[in-house]
């Protein structure tokens, strides 16, 4: 009786997801543009300065970016959860390729934006997260550093391109990927309304995290939590190997699931999912290491 | 239903939000920095750091944006002139950079001399990994070797790596990196808001006390520079009954001396000690010897040299004159006027004497210059006069390696039988790692002079007074049972200066005719070959570490007695040499007397005879040799204990 209840829960629970992320969105984009007219992309100092200046100083801004934070990591984790939901029931071998491709690239963008919304906080951590993507991205041949150049810019420069890509490219390139989706599952004021409590109730309790300030240790720089797995793995293997190569073929292996059939399926499969639980066992690893160790 | 209990909640959130939003908005001020939203009032630490232009986060760090105290906070450091943070904040970059990495390589940041030393007294070994300075012994993870462990406990409370605050009372006031010199006045907090108080008191003029809250143990320079004996605790003489209330630093009583002529004219230590020598030269010496620069010929026999050429020697990018140097130090200084002159004096290591001024050249001939020193705490003038040449005395044939102090440091603290306790089975606060590590040392003198001092070979080989440094160790084991061969005994002696300079010289006979002077210890001469010197006091009867008397650096072979840190007792043929005058000395006893210009000669004239007679009081005429002879057989003064000799020298007694 109990668990026949918990399976509804649950059920009714993934059927509201796709509610619930939009309702995460819509948040998290009308933060988003709140937040965009008090920061300050440019200059050394004065990117961090705004940042806190919209926490401390700003009317209603410590709310504004806390609801903003909470709403963005509720969209990043729905969004993976949405993927790997539909990862582990295999959709894909019955999903056109186009329709299974845009499911990858939305997860794509939901985790750039969340690297990128990461960078823009402007504090040590940021500027150590832009540099280390700057730096994997100079490692692909041919391209790296023109590409580099798109991601993080030099000087009191360094956080505009973050910015145009967290404000102007990646939410339209999402929003148009979760077209269908939003015309279909449009949430209901309800759901809404209580995504918007949660997150809002939230954002009243739990404060926001203290900045990474520039003394601070370079050892104890922690990245965004999705990226921990990839901070691991930047401290043994070659950075074109596991920020770069691996990260496309990965995903690349992941687009094509649906045109593979048989044991090439089976096998794409089980390779993606060891290496999703190897990630989430070095993100865990890296998080007790940097906890007991530095 | 359920719209009402929504809106309850919406209602119920938005009143949360709004109280928070009205609770920060009393928080935010249309100020610089958002430290200053709290600490309004906040006075300058000194005119060259305003809190107008430099805020509170240049040197505090923390988050100066922020308007919430725990954002404010975050990183903030109480004292910047920590060394641990001194790179961030007064040696961040456009501010004092090279200084802060200077001092982390000083002798009084790395106490590199007094590790050895320790090192040293248990035998002299070191494992190649073993630390040998205090931020390495700080990191040190491994157990802790005898000398590690007593540095850490007994001495670590004297560096500048100490947190400032750390400990108790008087610890309390010492280490704190930049700020050990530099902070003159701590801060007065009176309001609990915190929004007005006195900012601490920054200077580049570093009061006395300053220094002395560290340099008043082992070598007691800066006791004895004013004057102060530290005595045997009786509190004598007593005063309305009991004991008088001349204390110093750990209760200790003192009696007051003659202090030396520099503090009686108002000078302190920085008035000699350059910035290099106190932040060092950002090399890191292996003891306080390699470190110093200043030498009293700097001032005292100043080479005014013309600025033409001469650039870059103050280190500043770009390479500056001296004139501008001393200009803008003096300006910084805030009590000194800007030199008037383009002629200036560098110490040995290249660094300007700005407070030196030269009023007038000396002429070519017998009418000397004029210098103006000025003291760095007040500004005032200290004018004397130098000549182009050095006077008779100071050029007398034979006495080239002398150091200013053999003659002009009349008295020296010597303190004999250092009795060192460690037992195994207590504890004792370790002050490097900051908690209590089983083994408690403890240190009991058996008594202390304050009396002329021995001559011995210094740095850089230069004769030099002397003080003995006798340890011995006794360790207790856990069972408190005593542990012979863990428990090192050491007769130790180190040449340095003890701040005790006066005017007036030692005499001639205090070195050519008193045995103690020139390193035997107190004893009798005589002209027997079988037993020239005889000691006052003989170690060997006695079981005494030492075979001789507890002054004595060597026998009358040469061999030394004691364990020289640097340096070493007078040579065999030095002695030989010292020894020769003696016996003319009681006629012959005026630097100008002309057997001096020649002494070796004048002696080869008296053996073959073809040296006039010399005449005592009355008609009677003696031969030198005779007189030779005769005075080979005198008997070496007392020695001279405190209140004796220096009784008329006191101030009060």
Redesign the interface.
Known sequence: MNSSRAANGLRTLWLRMPSVFLSSLLICLGSGVLLAFQYQPAGG?EV??S???I???I??G??LRRLHFASGQTCAILAILHTGRYFLKKTYGRTAPAEWTRLALGLAVCLLLVLTGFILKGDAEGVRAGTVLASLLREIPLIGPVLSGFAVGQGNSFFMPPFLLHCLILPPILLLLLGKHIRVRLPAQSTF?ATA?VL??WS?IV?MA??A?S??PAAEATGPWLFLGLQAMLMRLPPLLCGVTLPAGLFTLFCVLPILRGTRAAAAHNLLLAFAAMYAALSLGFVLYSSIFV | MRIVLTLIVVILMLGALVRTEYERSLARKDVSEGCLACHAEVDDPDALHPVKSFGCATCHLGNAFAFEKRRAHQGMVLNPGDLRVASQTCGREGCHPSHAERVKRSVMATNTGIIASLYRLWGGSRGEDQPLDVQSLMAWTGPKSPPLDYFSKLCGSCHLWRPLGEGGGEFAERGGGCSACHIIRRHEMTDPTRARFKHAELSMRAPMANCVRCHNRSARIGLTYQGRLEDDGYGTPHEDGGPNQRRITGGRHYQELIPDVHFRAGMVCIDCHTGTELMGDGISHKSLVGQLEIRCEDCHAPQFRPEAGIVNLSGASPPELPSKNAARLSALNGHMPSPATDRFVFSQKGSLLYALRLVDAPSSGPTPGKAALYRKLDGAPLSYAFDATPRPHHALPGHERLSCQACHSPIMPQCYGCHITMRQNETQYDKLLGRETSGKWSEERSYARFETPVLAVGPNNRIMPASPCQAEVSVFDQNAIFRPLESPVASLARAFDPHSTQKTSRSCRDCHLETKTMGLGVGRMSAQKKQPFRSAYDGNRSGFVQPGSPEALMDLSGRPLLDFVVGGPLEKASLARIRGVGPCLPCHNRYEDSIYRNFADSLDRLGSRRASSCFMSGARPVQCDTLFRDNLSHRSPRPVVSGERFRDMRISY
């Open positions: 100092d961090m300065r940042v806190e200046e926490t401390t100083l009317p209603y410590f709310f309304a409590l809002g109730g009243l404060p203290l900045p300030l003394g601070d």
